[in-house]
C-alpha cells in the first residue's frame, strides 16, 4: 500500500478525531508516516472552522502541522469566491470558523441577507432561527447558494450528528432554489488543492477516510489508492454490499493500522 506512496491525504473527521476525542494511535501513525518520508496533507469537509482553529486542535492533540497542510473545505470555498468573483458580496452560515476564514481570504462579507450575491452553507452546531431565516432571507432575495459540503451526518463522541445537509434541506425546502455548487469532497476542488500541496501524482497519492462517498469516491475519480477506516460514517457491511468499481482498495479497523504497511 504504502511502498509506492509518495504522498497520505487524511480525513479528519473519523479518521483522526471523533469528535474531540483523538482515536488511539493517531497521533503514533502520522509520525511514522512522515519519518517514512511520506507528504502528509488532511483533506477535511470541515467547513465551519478557519484553518487556524484546526490547527490549534492538532497542536492541542500533540500534532504539529504546516498551516498550508491542512485543506478545509472552508479553505476551498473562500479560495473559489476570491478566484472567481473576487467582488461578490457574501451571507455565511455556519459557525464563526467559515467567516474568518472568508474573511481571511478577502471575501467581501455582505451587511444584511437581501444583499448577499451569495449564501455559503456549512455546518452549525449552535444555530439559532433568526440564522436560519437570515439564509433563507438571502436566498429568496436572490443569492446563488453554494455549500461547503454536503455530507449527511459526521461521528462525533456520542456516534452520528447532522451535517450540512440538514441545513442544505431546509433552505432549498423553503425556498423552491438549489445549491448550485459543492465544493467539498468528492469534488475536484479539493482534490486539486491537496495535489497542489503535496506536489505528487494522483497516482502516488493514498486518500484515507471513513466516508465512501466523500474520501474513497474522491480517490476512485482522481485515481488515488484509496483506504477506509472503520471509525466513523461507514460499518464494514455496508463496503461488501457494494459493487466492486465502488468499493476501496483497503478497510482498515482505523488509522493506527497504517502502520503495519510501512
Same mark, same amino acid.
Given at each position: ?67 498550508? !497542510? ?116 468528492? !469534488? ?25 462517498? !466523500? ?48
Amino acid at each position: 500500500m504504502l511502498a509506492d506512496t509518495e504522498a497520505v491525504l487524511l480525513d479528519l473527521d473519523g479518521t483522526v478525531f471523533q469528535g474531540d476525542r483523538l482515536i488511539r494511535g493517531a497521533k503514533e501513525t502520522i509520525a511514522s508516516l512522515q519519518e517514512a518520508g511520506k507528504r502528509i496533507a488532511y483533506l477535511s469537509n470541515r467547513g465551519n472552522v478557519s484553518r487556524k482553529e484546526g490547527l490549534e486542535k492538532l497542536e492541542r492533540h500533540g500534532i504539529m502541522a504546516a498551516p498550508e !497542510s491542512l485543506i478545509l473545505s472552508s479553505t476551498v470555498t473562500a479560495s473559489f469566491l476570491k478566484q472567481h468573483y473576487p467582488k461578490a458580496a457574501v451571507w455565511p452560515l455556519g459557525n464563526r470558523g467559515l467567516a474568518q476564514e472568508l474573511l481571511y481570504t478577502g471575501v467581501k462579507i455582505a451587511q444584511a441577507p437581501e444583499e448577499a450575491d451569495f449564501v455559503v452553507v456549512t455546518l452549525h452546531d449552535k444555530i439559532t432561527y433568526e440564522e436560519l431565516n437570515a439564509a433563507f432571507k438571502a436566498s429568496s432575495a436572490g443569492a446563488r447558494m453554494i455549500a461547503t459540503n454536503a455530507d449527511k451526518t459526521y461521528p462525533d463522541e456520542a456516534g452520528q450528528a447532522i451535517d450540512v445537509a440538514g441545513f442544505i434541506g431546509a433552505i432549498e425546502a423553503a425556498t423552491g432554489r438549489k445549491t448550485e455548487l459543492v465544493i467539498g469532497k468528492p !469534488s475536484c476542488f479539493m482534490a486539486e488543492a491537496a495535489l497542489i500541496y503535496v506536489e505528487a501524482p494522483a497516482e502516488k497519492c493514498l486518500i484515507v477516510g471513513d466516508s465512501l462517498e !466523500s474520501d474513497i469516491g474522491l480517490g476512485r475519480m482522481q485515481g488515488m489508492k484509496t483506504a477506509l477506516v472503520l471509525t466513523g460514517n461507514t460499518r464494514k457491511e455496508a463496503v461488501e454490499l457494494l459493487p466492486p468499481k465502488r468499493q476501496p482498495d483497503y478497510v482498515l479497523n482505523s488509522i493506527d493500522d497504517l502502520r503495519g504497511y510501512l
